[in-house]
């Protein structure tokens, strides 16, 4: 196989830019690697060639590779060396001002044929090659951290790159074991902006005081399937990183509510709580290790009273197959005996305006959540309202724990913990195809490689079925009146007509 670019240069000797060179050395390019910092690029070629050796040692490759890759990395003392480079990718400090000098020194460095990039992750493309005399060799091509094992890449063309340039980038990416994505060069490209309804919408919830953070991560965690809770990752990531992010594509997009950062973020950022690089941030850590309370035991209870299940519950019937499995006592009148629990299944709305609208006494009634059908999930989600008794609250909770599953129970709020989330998530990757930011194909490879989510966002919409997920939104609207839930065209039109969010348009 001919290689696309067999001389890549590097610039920026830190954590991503040694992933860029690990990455281009092991797909057969020469590698130059450049950092102002006297020695850094030396350095970092020993920490990448110790990666090497690493692999090596556990029998993922052989000594003879390991030496092949070790050949073709070599740090360059000047930028000059860079000059028969094909391919200059740049991986240095988040500022307009300094990439822009950078690449233009590159520029007047390198041969006419050879290719720019930038690895940057939160600036525009056009603007950093608007200084450029040949804007049309230059695009972006973000790399995710580790970049030799996050195997996704982003390839955004700027307003003048050339056609040809994007589908080099592409196949080269292609080459090296990566799979391309191709973003318009827009706030966040298509991962960072797909991303923000998970963590944004956290953070809403908990500055609401519907849970604290512990427990939207367990819901998340066992209840939606994701890896890491919101709070986890956020800590991981950093809130030094992460809020700067929020802020960033908050500001581009002149303020969208759907990307509002949180107050609480910004408290702890400014407090220096970053998370697990200071010790401290959502959790505290102790020799790296995440504290963590227990969570609360299943309430005893000496009597569980019958249960009376709304008409208008989410899946009612499958409901009801769960009361049974439980052994609860079933109570099948037109209206709940004066003793009797109160069951409802809300989407989008919250426990007190179901119990006003339905005329339950507000008391006996607790919310329960069954967006995610209960077989495929493991922890269940009740919600009181302010009038719950404390009695009904734990009798509620005893019954639905009786089968050993885990059950939180959560303060009222519209939509619980999953649907907000979930639905804010289908919600954005649903604008950013309406947008024609990328197509659906590359979306789902971006967010399910580049987030780790369970499932792409619009596969999870589809599994969800989007007109649950459109009413989840139109309800989180009322209860809020926060224009933030308004639902793309995309979800709208697909959920009236019955189509795949997937389906693109001709």
């Not at 994007?166 to 191709?182: F, I």
């Not at 990183?241 to 929020?246: D, F």
């Not at 719950?388 to 050993?404: M, Q, V």
């Not at 907000?420 to 490689?449: F, G, H, K, W, Y």
Request: proline share 6%.
């Amino acid at each position: 196989m001919t290689i696309t670019y067999k001389s890549v240069g590097v610039v920026g000797a830190g954590v991503m830019g040694q992933g860029i060179a690990q990455f281009a050395a092991q797909a057969g390019s020469t590698v130059r690697l450049f950092d102002t910092q006297a020695g850094a690029a030396d350095a970092a070629r020993g920490r990448v060639a110790g990666q090497w050796e690493r692999l090596r040692d556990k029998g993922r490759i052989d000594g003879a590779r390991a030496q092949a890759f070790a050949a073709r990395l070599v740090p360059a003392a000047a930028l000059e060396e860079l000059a028969d480079c094909d391919l200059v990718v740049e991986a240095i400090v988040e500022r307009l001002d300094a990439k822009q000098t950078l690449f233009a020194a590159l520029e007047r460095i390198v041969g006419p044929a050879a290719v720019l990039a930038t690895n940057t992750s939160s600036l525009s493309v056009t603007a950093i090659a608007a200084a450029l005399q040949k804007p049309e060799r230059f695009a972006g091509l973000h790399f995710f951290n580790p970049v030799p094992l996050m195997k996704v890449v982003e390839v955004i063309p700027g307003l003048r790159t050339a056609p040809d340039v994007a589908r080099n980038l592409s196949e080269y990416a292609r080459q090296a074991g990566h799979s391309p994505v191709l973003a318009q060069d827009t706030p966040g490209f298509i991962v960072n902006h797909a991303g923000r309804g998970y963590g944004t919408e956290a953070l809403r919830i908990a500055g609401e005081g519907v849970a604290d953070f512990a427990a939207i991560d367990r819901i998340l965690r066992d209840q939606a399937g994701f890896r890491l809770g919101p709070f986890e990752l956020l800590d991981l990531t950093g809130l030094d990183v992460s809020h700067a992010v929020m802020e960033s594509i908050y500001q581009q997009y002149y303020g969208e509510p759907r990307f509002r950062p949180s107050v609480i973020a910004a408290q702890r950022r400014a407090g220096g709580l970053f998370g697990r690089k200071t010790g401290e941030g959502f959790y505290c850590y102790v020799d790296g290790v995440q504290q963590l309370a227990p969570e609360l035991p299943v309430p005893v209870v000496q009597r569980i009273p019958p249960v009376w299940v709304s008409s208008r519950a989410a899946r009612r019937a499958e409901l009801f197959q769960l009361l049974k499995h439980l052994d609860a006592t079933i109570e099948t009148g037109e209206s709940p005996s004066p003793q009797a629990l109160t069951l409802v299944a809300p989407l989008g709305y919250d426990v007190t305006t179901v119990a006003v609208v339905e005329r339950l006494d507000p008391a006996r009634t607790v919310g329960i959540d069954l967006l995610v059908e209960d077989a495929a999930t493991k922890r269940r989600v009740l919600a009181t309202n302010p009038a719950s008794r404390a009695d009904f609250r734990d009798a509620a909770h005893a019954l639905f724990a009786r089968d050993g599953k885990p059950v939180s129970v959560i303060r009222d709020s519209g939509g619980f913990v999953t649907q907000r989330v979930l639905a804010m998530i289908v919600n954005i990757a649903c604008d950013i195809c309406q947008q024609r930011i990328c197509s659906p194909a590359d979306l789902e490879t971006a967010v399910t490689l580049g987030l780790g989510y369970p499932a792409g966002p619009l596969a999870l919409g589809d599994r969800l079925g989007p007109t649950n997920v459109l009413e989840v939104l139109f309800n989180l609207q009322t209860v809020y009146g926060d224009s933030r839930y308004r639902p793309s065209p995309w979800l709208r039109r697909r959920g009236a007509i019955g189509l795949s969010l997937l389906q693109d348009e001709d």
